[in-house]
């Protein structure tokens, strides 16, 4: 308020000012002191034609009490607005334009002694507000204790008398008719609906003590017809046993067949090399060095022979595998040397790592190498030359073996069979070699794929465990 006076002020005095009328700018700064809480009012005049400017003091009132011997302070004006709270004071200074040239000053101080006495009052009467609140606190928390507190003892009361004595037909007083009053209503209702409830769980209970006598007696009765139906599923089962052991004699006398069969396919290989020495000894009795020679491979086929039949008779029998360390190359050469294939195949071996072991049956896995370079050989009957590779990686829980020809391959729909016992497409064949095969890598934990097979070649795929 004391900030929009001084502007005001300042407009008021403007034309006196511009017009150096010091009367008209008294005038008006008598009336405005009138006021008590207005200490004093300066009028500071800006002299534009003197080169300092310097401000001289155009007009001076001073209210009732207070006097040129003992102003206010008021110091000399500099030429800004501004705001001063003093201890007891306002002093507002406020800036006279004319066409943005400054022509003058008003400072006006105002006394602040009845903002102190309202200050003072205002302290009274909040203290007294707040004193009364804490009083009708202290009222309200009486009247609520003594309209809480006796039903809710109440109520625990009898709550404490149903959970220790089991008393249901307690019930509460009822004091009243607000809130505490219906939840005494409630409470003593609920107390009403526990009793029904306990009535229903007593006969509940007798009929249920009635039921569990009449289910003894049926559980019984249904025990006996068990124990009937029990003894007649003894006298079946027994009779599916008796079945079972005819199935298995008769499986066992399935397996006899298939390994004579077996047995059968496995001695044409060395059957063969032992003809073909006797035909040399036919025609070539004279060259005695080279009779002897072949009279030993005679003698070693027979006895390759005899270890072969042995062998598969033993896995028969349920025997173990002979497992040994085999380097895979040595046992693939060796293979060769005995079907005599030197001269019609181009072989080929790598492996990760070079020098790779097996840890096999030696007899058997050698059987299933040979009847795979033998199937090689017999699917290129219109080759010149045959070329069989070994591939052989080490992976983490297996050894992968990739054997791989330049034959014919085996058609697509021919794939899924040619592991079946007794199936073949040859004029000459029995089916067991690949089926031997696939038996023989299954007692080691193996198996046995076509990996890949085309009118350029066929790629079967070994896996043994590592």
Known sequence: MTTELTSTLSRQIHPALEFDDPETA??????????????????????????????????????????????PESPTPLPIEKEVWLENDLMVQRLIYSQDQKIGTVILVRSLDDLKSMQDEFKKLTFTIWLIIVILVIFAALWIEKSLTKPLIELVSVAERVASEKDLQARAKKM???????LTTVFNNMLDSIGEANEK?????????TRVIERTDDLKKANKRLQSE?????????????????????????????????????????????????YF??????????????????????????????????????????????????????VLEVLDLSDQVKFSYNSEPENLELTVDKLLFRQILSNLF???????????????????????????????????????????????????????????????CSDLLARHRGSIEIKESSTKGTTISLKIPN
């Not at 006398?253 to 063969?272: D, K, T």
């Open 26 to 71: 008294q005038e008006i700064t008598d009336a405005l002191v009138e006021n008590d809480a207005i200490r004093h009012i300066k009028i500071w005049k800006f002299d534009i034609f003197q080169p300092t400017n310097k401000p001289y003091l155009f007009v001076t009132s001073y209210s009732n009490g207070e006097n040129e011997k003992n102003p």
């Open 176 to 182: 009243s008719d607000d809130e505490f009053g219906r």
């Open 201 to 209: 769980l007593v006969e509940s209970k007798e009929q249920m003590e």
């Open 230 to 278: 029990i003894k007649v599923r003894i006298k079946k089962n027994q009779e599916l046993l008796n079945l079972q052991n005819q199935l298995g004699r008769q499986e066992r006398l399935a397996n006899v067949g298939q390994v004579s069969s077996n047995i059968a396919h496995e001695l044409r290989n060395p059957m063969s090399a032992i003809r073909n020495s006797v």
């Open 281 to 334: 000894l036919r025609n070539n009795l004279s060259a005695v060095d080279k009779s002897l020679e072949h009279l030993e491979i005679i003698d070693q086929q027979l006895s390759a022979s005899d270890d072969v039949i042995e062998h598969l008779l033993n896995i028969t029998k349920g025997k173990e595998l002979k497992l040994s360390a085999v380097n895979l190359k040595e046992l693939c050469m060796d």
């Open 374 to 436: 033998i199937n090689s050989i017999q699917s290129n009957d219109l080759i010149s030359e045959v070329e069989i590779k070994v591939f052989a990686r080490k992976e983490e829980e297996f050894i992968e073996i990739l054997i791989t020809d330049n034959g014919t391959g085996i058609p697509r729909e021919l794939q899924s069979r040619v592991f079946e016992p007794l199936y073949t497409d040859k004029e000459d064949g029995f089916g067991l070699g690949l089926p031997l």
